[in-house]
């Protein structure tokens, strides 16, 4: 499977998590407890459960999440 077709998947679910907290695997930091709040082309906005803060990142720095007892992409 290539890159881009692996982050669209991993996009296409964070987008679709109705509001639930989800693990998001980045590749610069550890694993985040997150929840969607928005999105630009470039970017996603995610609220951190762990640290209480609202986070924006840049989609290309995304590798993973675990949601609903599933891994899609990469994780740790």
Known sequence: MNNTKQQDNVINEIRNSRGRFFGLYTNNRP????????????YVMIFDR???????????????????????????
């Open 50 to 76: 762990n640290s209480r803060v609202k986070r924006k990142l840049a989609k290309s720095s995304i590798i993973g999440v675990f949601i609903a007892g599933k891994l899609i992409g990469q994780g740790y």
């Open 31 to 42: 694993a985040i407890n997150a929840q969607f709040h928005s999105e630009t082309p470039s």
